[in-house]
């Protein structure tokens, strides 16, 4: 799934772009919804800057979720490489579990616009077989075979609408 993230700033593009590779930041981003344990891992500085930070998803899951995922586990590290010059960085999302079902990646560039500046976030998310593990998981709990996406997997809108 591609996804587009446009943000709106009233601060210039260069302090946004500063702020965002600043690892003081992260530690403040408490009350995030559905994200905490926010936690630097790993920071080098300019001309590129580079940035690890650890986030723990901390909202509900449906219980059919929860059958095949941890709701501790569902840990990760955004991996960051700020380009200054450029205002723009490259993340990627690293999985600390379940590295096989979820992959995450992409770019931001910050620009000025009058009155301020606008970040665009764009990348791609992957979650791997989703239908697959929910029809399997739903015999063997009640015995049904489902006969399409659908009635399985897609009923349930934290997937269907990319929530999850």
Same mark, same amino acid.
């Given at each position: 799934m591609r996804f587009e993230l446009t943000q709106q700033y009233d601060a210039d593009a260069d302090?946004?772009?500063?702020?965002?590779?600043?690892?003081?930041?992260?530690?403040?981003?408490?009350?995030?919804?559905?994200?905490g344990?926010?936690?630097? !891992?790993? #920071?080098?500085?300019?001309?590129?800057?580079?940035?690890? !930070?650890?986030?723990?998803?901390?909202?509900?899951?449906?219980?059919?979720?929860?059958t095949v995922v941890h709701p501790e586990r569902l840990t990760w590290?955004?991996?960051?490489?700020?380009?200054?010059?450029?205002?723009?960085? +490259?993340? +990627?999302?690293?999985?600390? #579990?379940?590295?096989?079902?979820?992959?995450?990646?992409? +770019?931001?560039?910050i620009t000025d616009q009058p009155g301020g500046s606008r970040r665009v976030v764009a990348g791609e998310l992957q979650v791997k077989d989703v239908p697959g593990t929910w029809n399997r998981k739903f015999k063997e709990y009640f015995g049904i075979e489902v006969p399409d996406d659908r009635r399985g997997c897609l009923q349930d809108v934290h997937w269907s609408f990319g929530l999850i």
């Open positions: 302090a946004v772009n500063r702020a965002y590779a600043d690892p003081g930041l992260y530690p403040t981003l408490v009350g995030l919804p559905k994200l344990g926010i936690e630097v !891992v790993a #920071h080098d500085g300019p001309p590129v800057t580079r940035l690890e !930070v650890r986030f723990r998803f901390t909202g509900h899951l449906p219980a059919a979720v929860t590290v955004q991996e960051t490489i700020h380009d200054h010059d450029e205002r723009s960085a +490259r993340f +990627r999302l690293l999985p600390d #579990h379940y590295p096989d079902r979820l992959r995450c990646r992409g +770019r931001f560039t």
